[in-house]
């Protein structure tokens, strides 16, 4: 009788411990990321295609963004030493293209980097990101970016900042 009467003490003390119902907005959370997208313009207009890889990069929060064609000619690039990058990205992609039936996506991860190669719209991007970025988040980049160089009257000026 005891044992019951003890057992049902810990049993109610443990279904009130344990049902706590903490599932709440993070309001804290949602707070300071408004205020961060409150201080950030990230409206992808400008004058040139330096200007746009520049509020890509923010955007996306990457490092680096070089865009070649599939012989590794350098359409649009933000690195001093892009060509070098590019030919390195566009053979590495090119080499894993006639090993594997259309590979998706390359993912490369070298002293804390993650280059990350793929092909969109006949063209191959090269990215430098700190975190590796999902499939999704790559075509939005390449689309978005993609969109500007199909401009005929947008200045290309592949000159890296």
């Known amino acids: 009788m005891a044992f019951q009467k003890i057992a049902s003490v810990f049993r109610g003390f443990a279904s009130r411990v344990l049902a706590i119902d903490d599932t709440e907005l993070p309001r804290g959370q949602i707070k300071i990321i408004r205020e961060m997208l409150c201080n950030h313009n990230l409206e992808l207009n400008g004058n040139s295609l330096a200007e746009i890889l520049v509020k ?18 350098v359409v649009a690039t933000t690195e ?15 080499y894993v293209s006639s090993e594997l039936v259309t590979p998706e996506t390359v993912l490369i991860k070298s002293d804390g980097d993650w280059f990350m190669v793929f092909l969109f719209s006949e063209k191959i991007f090269v990215v430098k990101a700190s975190a590796s970025l999902s499939t999704t988040e790559l075509k939005a980049l390449a689309k978005e970016l993609d969109s500007f160089l199909k401009i005929p ?6 000159k890296p900042f």
């Open 56 to 73: 890509l990069r923010q955007k996306h929060l990457v490092d680096s963004i070089i865009v070649t064609k599939r012989d590794g000619a």
């Open 80 to 94: 001093q030493n892009g060509l070098k990058a590019a030919i390195t990205g566009t053979a590495l992609f090119n």
């Open 153 to 158: 009257d947008f200045p290309s000026n592949n």
